[in-house]
């Protein structure tokens, strides 16, 4: 069976790897064959991603991923996949057209939406900035400086919690001056994690100070979002599937009320026109993982599953779900033929030819094996060389 993972973040968005080579090194010493590039808002990636791929013989899947809204969810108090903003829905577009092709209407919207992200991040710098002079700081955050030094298009909250972290660590190398600045960088509270842990401490840093209640917390407008229906219309239009990225269970084994009951979730998701769904299994039980899959799976949606890289710590390529549980049989079968169909679409795309998609953006359900074995072929073939 090939070892898939269709679902890692590169540093055009944010990653724990700091280039795309990087990323392939680790995906080729692991033994992965088929790799998604799957990052937030751009596709200035898709180049370097697969030239790198063809160097490692590892097949390339091209994705994107967005962050929309939902409006009738929002107006109800209903969580989707941001378990901390209603309505506020991380959404995905799989197999795209490479190169990709937008058309000059979608181009701009997606422009807009990005501008308004910037936007949004230099006015949390310019707040983080007051604070660090507030509190007499021995050293400053730009916007510029957190581009250059972390970024490559796309600055995102996580490269300003990241360029603070190496501030703060560089300034207070020790643990007792450092507990006494966080103190003061938290308005009088102590740190409530390992300060030593880049991955926890780069996590409370983003809750305290970037999100709702935070000192540096700026609220997004609203149009930074896109409805769902219009990011369904420019993934089609951009040559992709359109996919929904399922939390599922959390630590607690809590869900959000948008994903609590799988049949009616299955129901809303026809109704926006999506029929493919994705996880990152490293966050759910394997019990829970393994029924939503089978339900989605035997009514013909696509599921694939990947590992995300999308924070400093530097996990295995290989998908697990939580606790390190190996994926069994069925669901490496699900994602591998998932996997297959992206394939075989992706190349019909690019060959300017119907994909798995028809004519009104609905799968082809009923030709699910037949893209399957056309995906197996074509990765067959690739692998060969």
Not at 52 to 67: L, S, T
Not at 175 to 198: H, M, P, R, T
Not at 295 to 319: I, Q
């Amino acid at each position: 069976m090939y070892k898939v993972n269709n679902h890692i973040h590169t540093p055009y968005s944010f990653s724990a790897f700091k280039s795309i080579k990087e990323a392939f090194e680790l995906a080729e010493k692991e033994g992965i064959q088929v790799l998604g590039i799957n990052d937030f808002f751009v596709t200035d990636g898709y180049s370097e991603f697969n030239e790198q791929a063809q160097k490692h013989n590892i097949y390339p899947i091209f994705n994107v991923e967005f962050i929309g809204l939902l409006k009738e969810e929002q107006e109800k108090g209903i969580r989707v996949n941001d378990p901390s903003n209603p309505g506020r829905t991380y959404f995905c577009g799989k197999a795209l057209s490479f190169p990709v092709s937008l058309s000059e209407e979608n181009r701009k919207k997606l422009d807009k939406v990005v501008s308004e992200s910037q936007k949004q991040v230099k006015d949390m710098l310019n707040k983080l900035a007051e604070l660090l002079k507030t509190i007499e700081a021995p050293f400053s955050l730009s916007f510029e400086e957190i581009k250059l030094k972390y970024a490559r298009e796309l600055v995102r909250e996580r490269h300003i919690v990241q360029g603070l972290r190496n501030s703060i660590n560089e300034h207070y190398p020790d643990k007792a001056s450092k507990s006494e600045f966080i103190v003061k960088l938290y308005s009088g509270n102590q740190s409530k994690v390992d300060l030593s842990d880049n991955n926890s401490f780069e996590g409370e840093l983003r809750s305290r100070l970037l999100k709702a209640g935070g000192t540096a917390f700026v609220p997004e407008e609203e149009s930074s979002f896109l409805p769902i229906p219009e990011l369904v219309d420019i993934i089609i239009n951009a040559g992709g599937i359109p996919c929904y990225p399922v939390l599922l269970d959390d630590k607690n084994g809590n869900y959000t009320e948008f994903e609590g009951d799988k049949e009616a979730l299955l129901k809303r998701l026809k109704q926006l026109n999506v029929g493919a769904v994705e996880l990152i299994p490293g966050r759910n039980n394997i019990k829970h993982l393994r029924s939503f899959v089978k339900y989605f799976y035997e009514n013909d949606f696509l599921v694939s599953f990947g590992t995300e890289h999308n924070t400093p710590e530097m996990t295995p390529m290989e998908v697990k779900a939580g606790g390190n549980t190996s994926l069994d049989e069925f669901l490496l079968k699900v994602n591998e033929e998932t996997a297959c169909i992206y394939i075989a679409h992706q190349e019909l795309i690019s060959k300017e030819r119907e994909g798995y998609l028809d004519s009104n953006g609905y799968c082809k359900t009923g030709k699910k094996k037949a893209f399957i074995d056309e995906g197996k072929s074509i990765l067959a073939d690739f692998l060969k060389n």
